[in-house]
């Protein structure tokens, strides 16, 4: 950004008349090579996978992160992915966070995407996670309707705001601890940090989450595990149902709280 020519600062005074010219490179193009990243699966048919995500595993390539994502770990083992859906992501139909852990499923076939995309529209996948919280809920259990969006202080994280996507959330406590409450949340919209945002909202954010104030020194992520994942597989109209375990750091934290009583 300039300002009359001159590099721009945080700190530069606009004035009447200021020329401001910005020049935004171009974004350079996304190189989807197969990389051989280990992969959990939990289910493989000719159409679907369900995958078991680690944390610290970013779903696809972005500028900034061209490589060592899920994608390319998917490429690796099923090429036939490559054209599915959207040219850059092949085969994703949903996300989780980078340090988000659990449940995914993925397309391999074009009527599998298409499938799996209209019963994410429909709302008819079912997602369950794990989520260690700040505090105790009231009620214990319950649902929050808000909607979410780009926080205009910062572009760069989601908040409730007034304009944003309708997003509910619906939630019970399963175990409440000193300091902290473990829930199991359904969200049943797909709004990009939707869980967070909402129990950060509430006063409640998730543990480990330093995005949106959930910050603990006995966690080096956010507390968050897509536990369940229900569909209907596209070939055979079949309704099924995959669960994931907690991982071994969440299960560890969990470990070191001890119960409220």
Do not use: W
Request: net charge positive; charged share 25%.
């Amino acid at each position: 950004i300039l300002v009359n020519d001159i590099a721009a600062r945080s700190a530069t005074r606009l004035r009447p008349g200021d020329r401001i010219s910005v020049y935004v490179p171009p974004v350079p193009p996304v190189d989807l090579r197969a990389e051989d990243i280990p992969l959990e699966v939990v289910y493989e048919d000719n159409h679907v996978l369900i995958i078991d995500k680690p944390t610290g595993l970013t779903v696809h390539p972005a500028p900034g992160h061209p490589h060592g994502t899920l994608v390319n770990a998917l490429l690796a083992r099923y090429p036939e992915l490559e054209g599915i859906g959207a040219p850059t992501r092949p085969g994703i139909v949903h996300r989780l966070d980078a340090d988000t852990s659990g449940l995914m499923a993925v397309a391999r076939t074009q009527f599998a995407y298409e499938s799996l995309v209209l019963q994410l529209k429909d709302r008819t996948v079912t997602k369950v996670y794990f989520a260690l919280v700040r505090g105790y809920l009231t009620p214990p259990e319950g649902t929050v309707e808000a909607p979410v969006g780009r926080n205009p202080q910062d572009r760069k994280l989601m908040g409730v705001v007034s304009g944003g996507r309708d997003a509910t959330t619906s939630y019970r406590t399963l175990q409440q601890y000193e300091g902290f409450a473990l829930l199991e949340v359904r969200p049943h919209t797909g709004r990009t940090h939707q869980i967070r945002v909402h129990m950060a909202a509430m006063g409640h954010p998730v543990a480990g989450d330093r995005k949106y104030g959930g910050r603990v020194p006995f966690l080096r992520r956010q507390f968050l595990h897509a536990h369940r994942l229900g569909l209907c597989l596209p070939d055979t109209g079949k309704d099924v149902e995959f669960a994931s375990p907690l991982p071994t750091d969440l299960q560890e934290a969990l470990d070191g709280l001890k119960p409220r009583t």
